[in-house]
């Protein structure tokens, strides 16, 4: 079997067993496990990770712990599963995707590599655009945009993306379904 096809499963199975761990003390291990086989690139992949994370961890911690007030309850050995399960799993997911090619990887399968050859123009093709909007607003603006021109901005983007996500998985699914992959 190849590298990349095992190294895929290895990660499969990490990921499965992660799930299933609920002792903070095992998590911080693997954390840490994880951070050794990092190397060099240890600082970089949890800078990254760290920035992923952040939005979406403050928002659920912050959930949880409104709701911990009102019913009276301690969320603190919650949160640390919670965050440190995330933090650990994405952190596992970018060293994945920084060492395993991908495509190798789900060459068994000439349906999974199409898919991620699909997702991954998709993604270039969306950061393409985004940089795009970017330099739209600093070139239409002649002083540095303010933070509501630039949440304006952003809002207006995201609209887009999700009017063009939609519009492009309705065309997808369309094409699909011509091609018999879905049953009527």
């Known amino acids: 079997m190849k590298r990349d096809r095992l190294l895929l499963i290895l990660y499969l199975t990490v990921v499965l067993v992660i799930t299933l761990v609920h002792d903070p003390l095992w998590l911080s291990a693997g954390l840490t496990g994880i951070l050794l086989l990092a190397g060099r690139q240890a600082l970089h992949l949890l800078r990254r990770t760290l920035r992923v994370i952040l939005v979406f961890n403050l928002a ?4 949880y712990l409104l709701l911990a007030h009102v019913r009276g309850f301690s969320p603190w050995d919650t949160l640390l599963l919670i965050n440190l399960r995330v933090l650990v799993l994405t952190l596992l997911t970018f060293l994945f995707v920084s060492r395993v ?9 000439p349906t999974l590599s199409w898919l991620l050859a699909l997702a991954y123009s998709q993604a270039l093709n969306f950061r393409r655009v985004h940089a795009d909007f970017r330099l739209a607003l600093e070139s239409r603006s002649p002083l540095r945009p303010r933070l509501l021109d630039r949440y304006r901005a952003s809002a207006a983007a995201a609209a887009w993306f999700m009017d063009k996500a939609l519009a492009t998985s309705r065309e997808s699914a369309q094409a699909l379904r011509a ?4 049953g009527d």
């Open 60 to 63: 659920v911690s912050l959930g």
């Open 101 to 109: 090619n991908q495509l190798r990887a789900l060459d068994f399968s």
């Open 179 to 182: 091609r018999g992959f879905f």
